[in-house]
Each structure stands twice: as structure tokens, then as C-alpha cells.
């Protein structure tokens, strides 16, 4: 068994209001791959960096259960690179500057073994990228779970709507569920999405919590409350980490177990706003993490005795 | 044991994305008490009509339980009468006309067999005229639950924050309770809202759900992810009336029972939006209600077991 995690590794620099940083590490599938570690440890991580990239943050990868025989690291060449700038409600953010880098000719390559994995986590990238890392695979993963973002709806929607056709499960957001299906109410765009392909849709709705639809049934969690979300860089990534860890750590696809996987993901999130980028997932304790997934449990738990 | 409600009973005329009204009943006393209808039946309602106002509506709250002997019905003059048009995302709304009519110069007046109430809701109101109604009290009443709005924090901000020091429990929405507090985080919000008066703090986020604060403890009931939101209005009157209700029929204001009480407040707001104005709430039978909760329940139910 094996955990196939394909994305971003990259630099970021980011401006919030509560302060700015240098480049610091990022990138979709660093937080997937972090967030996952904590529960599985036969992850593959596929993506590529530049010889920039800082060979210590590489290492501690590996010393967290991550393989990175996949991760193509290009000599002479810059690693991805996003600057942006949250709004004061952190809820919105602009891009300063984007340079693709060693992103522009990415030619994903998933290492021979590996070929077969149980769990396939596509993070946000050009669709055409995680369909290469599809066509490659060479049995049916358990699950396949595929993120992405309104840019690639934007621009790429033919090849978008490909992926999600072979895809299990899909996390996006809920601007982005409305986008997608063309639907206001989410209920009704739970729907579409699900005609498209997916068997599960899971709408993040960041301070507002997540929701987990399949056919006939709908599950919410919420996010927990926070004092300060101080860079909301990776939440999304983190919950998806968060969340396919958790299943590929269970090996259960029920519903009733992607319910618990979802308030795992929701516990992961919440850790990395707390602090610039990776800052907080990489060093967690497993107390910190139980008592995040208590505080949880606390905040929706009511008892109503229908008689 | 008596609900002492004070609130608006008006017209309302209403667009939404879905449909037109002419004048139709609305009003936040009028949805509190028919929400409260459905879990406890000694209910007085203070307001003022005027005498254009329908008959068979007053005679129908009287047959669920609403004691009318404190709304005051002005002969030869007309009822507040609000116009509104909500955007697409029904999120948002522009008021097209504000009649005042008979509010100009209402003066409350408790009935003399409601002046000890055991329980008391402040329906959304000019501030001053809540004060009036807490300071013809002769008992301290149980519980005294606050709702108000934006516009009073704009226009009578010292007024609201007398009325504040006064209650136990303040209902306001996300936005409002950064206006009122100049904190962003909810979690800081409801501690420096908390320091005004209040012991419990809700707030209403929507279709996002509602947030139970008191200092040391938070809960957070979702709202149903509804096939199609008909019509806002009164949702959060309908919310505040269905938690002020529970909480007079049970008679217990500890935490864990305003839980249950924010619960069944969520339930009839999740009613109320389903068509326009009261429609939905008039006739509600018991068995859709505890459907209802049941929904609720099963949306946030989930089961972690840690070690």
C-alpha cells in the first residue's frame, strides 16, 4: 500500500497583517504530503523544484515517511515561486508575482514502484499534469482524490472536467463548487458536480467549516473558532493532507469514515493558520493533535432525545 | 411563567430572485412568537399596529397561544411597512421604502399581568424602546435575550450598549458583532462583547450556521444545506424564536440546554427561508419539526474515538 501525493513544492512570500515573510517553503503537495505524514507513512510525493530549493526541507521530508525518488530536482533552474498579499479579513487575497519556473515544461514522471498506489491525492495543479500522473498509474487506486482551483476553471475546464470524470472524490471550494456546477444552492450543485464523475464532493468553505456530500447523504464540520488565523496559506492543502492520510491510514472509503476523515483534515487546517506557511504541521505532537480533535468533537456535540 | 416578546408586527413587501410579494405579514415579533408558538403557548406580545393591519392574521396568532392585550392597534393609522429587494446571492438585500407609520411614536406598554415575566425577548428594536420595556419590569426575569442590528450600532450606539448591560443572552450576525466589538476574530469579538453585559452570546452567520458563546465555552450548530433558500426574511427572528421558545418550555438556561436550544432556533429559521414571509411557519406539525432536528443531528453527527 502507498500514498501517491502529486503537486507544488515551492517558495512563497507572503504579506498578511499580521506581518510578512522571505521566501519561505510551500507548495500543495508539501502541505498534503506534511499534513498526510501524520497518519501514513508510505507517501510519494511527485512534483519538481529547481536546485534553489533548500536541501535541509528535503531531508526532513524523508525523515516524515516521504519518498521523494519522484520529486525531479532541476540543476541550474529556480523553483516555483507566489508572493501574495491577504486582505485584512484574510478572506481574499491578490497575487503580487508568479514565477513559473521549473513549473513551465513539468513533466511528471510517478517512480516504478509506485505504479500501483492505494490512495491518489491530485493536488491543485494544470489538469493536463495530474491526468499524465493517471495515464501512468497501472491498477485502480482505492480512492483518487483530486483538488484544484477557479484558474484551471478559468482556463482549462475541458481538461478539468477529464480528470474529474476519473477521480473519486473532489475538494474545492465553495465559490468554486458554485462555478463549476453553475448552481447558487449548494445542495443543487452537489448534484451536477457528482453527475460529472466524483462519487464524493467536498466543499471548503475555510472559516465557515466543510461539507462532504455523496448522493444521498451530507455530512458538515465545522472549522473551530480561532483567536487569530494568521496566514490562511495551505489550509486547503492541509485539510486534503489531513484527510487522505487519515483514509489511506484506515483504509476504510465509508462514509461514515470520510466524516472522521474530514474532521481530521478540518483539525489539520486549523493548525497551519496559526503560523506562517508550513511553520506549525511540521512538528505537532500527538497530544496536540488529540486535543485539537476533542475541541472538535466539543464544539458540535448537542443531545436532543427525539422521543 | 410567562415569554414576554417585544418587536415589530408590519408589512413587508419582498423581492427575491424567486418571486414578488404584495404586503404580506412580517415583523420581528410576529416570527418570534410564531416560533416560540411551537414549544410554548404563554406568550405576550407587545407592539403596535395600525388599524389597517389584518384581523384574522391577529386572530390567528391569538388561537397559537399569543396573548395580543400588549399590541397596541392605532386607529386611523397605518403599520410599519418595509419594502426590500434581496440579490441574487440572497445574502445581501437593498430596502426599497420604509414606511415608520405608527412605530414614529410608539410607547411600549407591558399589560399588568406580564411584569414579572419569566422569560424575555427583546425583539430587533429601536434600543431606547427595549429599555422601556426591561425598566417597566417588576421582577428580574429568568433569561432576557437581545436582538438587534447594524443600523442601531450607526445610529444609537450608547442607547444599545445600556440595553446590552442589561440582558443575558445578545443574538447579532457575524458582521455585526465585528461592529460592535472592532475585532475581527469571532473568538476576541464575543470576549470583549461579553465584557458589555451579556453572559451568552449567539451568533448568526446564515447559511453558515450559528455560534454559541459564553466565556469558557463554544458551540457551533450548522444550518442545513437547504435545495433552495426561498426567501431570508424573518430567518433570524424565526432563529431567535424558536431558541427563546425551547429554553421557556424546558425552563433550564444552562449551557448545554441552550445548545438544544440553538438547535430547534436553527430548525425553524431553516422553515422560515422555504417560502415568503411566515407561510412556512404558520402551520408547522410536530412530525416535520422533530424530522427537522433529526436532519440536523444526522448532519453533524460523527464518531471519533480517541484512545
Redesign the interface.
Known sequence: MSLLVIGTVAYDAIETPFGKTDKIVGGAATFISLAASYFYKNIYLVSVVGDDFSMPFLELLKSKGINLSGLQIKKGQKSFFWKGRYH???NSRDTLETQLNVLEDFDPIVPADCLDPSFVMLGNLMPSLQMKVLDQLKGKPALTVMDTMNFWMDTAMNDLKKVLSRVDVLTINDSEARQLSGE?????ASRKILDMGPRYLVIK?GE??A?LFNRD??????AL?????FDPTGAGDSFAGGFIGYLAKTNDISF?NM??AV?YGSALASFTVEKFGTERILDLSQSEL?NR??SF????Q???S?V
Chains 1, 2 share one sequence.
Open positions: 485584512n479579513d484574510l447558487y444552492s449548494l445542495v443543487k468553505k465557515h467549516g461539507l447523504e451530507v455530512f458538515f464540520a465545522p473558532p480561532l483567536e487569530e488565523v461514515e466524516k472522521r474532521v488529540e480533535i476533542q468533537i466539543d464544539l458540535v448537542f443531545d436532543i427525539l
